[in-house]
């Protein structure tokens, strides 16, 4: 018996990085997770994976930002697996650029993603937790919420995370449903490579001298990551809500 049997997920994102350890998590404690992605080539290893592991996955092709795809993408979820527990806003893209060189594009396809995203699959997804009378909403924040320099676009996005987190918390609550975030720092994902391949950095050296100073003394796995939601979508984390879980290593 895995603590998430006869639980159905929902997870943004879920293609590669943070999303598809997260989706295979799930599936290991025995969720049946729906696999969102803008594109739907990585989540078929994922599946794979899934399916090793003893569950079922759904890939399903959704745009976050795209209000028709994720309420479609939400109901074909709850058609094929015919409920709707957990919600991970996970999908993700950063646009780094010192603000006087930020663009509007920049701006708007972060803020779009990350926040409107969320946003919209947590209001698509509350309709069927909230007949339910059960759901977990899990987001991923991240410590740039605290502030970080080339990233106005991405810390402002990361920091409303947190107060919708707050707010989905007080007002789902009553229908046995709880909204948490995590907030990671420095994790080994094609996000962060690609950040230090266009620094003009190799992405083993950044990796190596980010080590140093995290207080543990290393960066962190998408597991690790996975692991902490894992906890927050599980019936073990009723008493919990409204929180914002910093996975960094340390502090911050
Ligand atoms: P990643 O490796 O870049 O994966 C992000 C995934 O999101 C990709 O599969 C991407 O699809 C998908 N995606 C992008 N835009 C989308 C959209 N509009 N609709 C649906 N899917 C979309 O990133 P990651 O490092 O795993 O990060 C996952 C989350 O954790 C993000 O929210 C990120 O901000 C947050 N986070 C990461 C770190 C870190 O150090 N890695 C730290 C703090 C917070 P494509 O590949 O097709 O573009």
Redesign the pocket.
Known sequence: MGKLDNRVAFV????????AATALRLAEDGARVVL????TD?CKQVIADIERAGSQGLAVA????NKAAVEAAIQQAVDTFGRLDILVN?????RDNLLFRMTDDDWETVIN??LR?AFLCSRAAQAHMVKQRYGRIVS?????ALGNRGQVN?STA?AGLQGLTRTLAIELGPFGITANAV?????D????RATARRQGFDPQERIEAASKVIPVRRV?Q?RD?ANVICFLASEESSYVSGQIIYVAGGPR
Do not use: Q, W
């Open positions: 943004t994102g879920a293609g590669r990085g943070i999303g969102a992605d803008i594109d990585g959704c745009d976050v930002s996970n999908a993700g893209v950063i993603v990350h995203g991923l924040s991240s410590t740039s991405y990361k907030a990671p720092g420095f994790i994902t094609e996000m962060t962190g998408p990551v």
